[in-house]
Every structure is written in structure tokens, then in C-alpha cells.
């Protein structure tokens, strides 16, 4: 009759040891818990950090194009909706500033590198 292989330790079907145990330690004190959340990996705030500054990069090439079309526009017509276009794209600038130091703090709280 063959005999299933079990850890060293372990005893019968349960996984038990001898002395009754799981033979597993219990958690450390102020140790990380199941079901804690530790928020995103590192690789995801790096990649999210990346994410974050290309959409910089975007809305400020986009509020650079329509400062430079506002200077070149002498129609009032015009120069109100590119007025009003230039700032919707510095409010989006600025919520993606917001977003990019966000996640910046994030990582350097956890000692992460930026870049």
C-alpha cells in the first residue's frame, strides 16, 4: 500500500503536527494582516507616476497651443473661444498636477524612488 508523502512534521489527513498545531506561526505583532489594505504595489505607482506625467506633458502642450493661438488672433469672436478653450486646459493641467504630486507623495512616503 503507498503512503502520500507529507511535509516533515505534519501527521495524518487534517496537516495537523503531532502536538495538534497548523504548524504555521502566528502573525507578528504589528505585522501586516490579511484583508489590510497596503494600497498599490510599487510597480503600480510607478506606472501610474508615468501615466500621470504624460497627461502633464499633454495638457500643457495643449495650453501652449492655444496661448499661442490667442496671441495670434486679433478677432473677438476668437479670442473668446480660445479664451475659454485656454482655460479649460489649464484647469486640466492643474488636475493633472494635482494627480502626478499625488502619487509622488505616495512614493515618497513609502521611500520609492521617483524616477
Known amino acids: 500500500k503507498a503512503h502520500a508523502r507529507r511535509p516533515p512534521g505534519r501527521s ?3 496537516g495537523r503536527t503531532p502536538d495538534g498545531t497548523s504548524g504555521r506561526a502566528a502573525p ?3 505585522g501586516p494582516e490579511r484583508g489590510v489594505d497596503r494600497g498599490p504595489s510599487p510597480s503600480t505607482l510607478r506606472h501610474r507616476l508615468r501615466a500621470a506625467q504624460r497627461e502633464v506633458e499633454k495638457h500643457r502642450t495643449r495650453r501652449d497651443e492655444l496661448a499661442a ?6 478677432e473677438h ?5 480660445l479664451g ?4 479649460r486646459a489649464e484647469a486640466d493641467l492643474g488636475e493633472a498636477e494635482e494627480e502626478w504630486l ?5 512614493m ?3 521611500g520609492l524612488k521617483l524616477q
Do not use: F, H, K, V
Not at 475659454?84 to 482655460?87: G, K, N, Q, V
Open 12 to 14: 495524518g489527513a487534517s
Open 28 to 30: 507578528e505583532p504589528g
Open 69 to 74: 493661438a490667442l496671441e495670434g488672433t486679433r
Open 77 to 81: 469672436g476668437d479670442l473668446a473661444e
Open 84 to 87: 475659454e478653450s485656454l482655460a
Open 102 to 106: 499625488g502619487i509622488a507623495d505616495e
Open 108 to 110: 515618497e512616503r513609502r
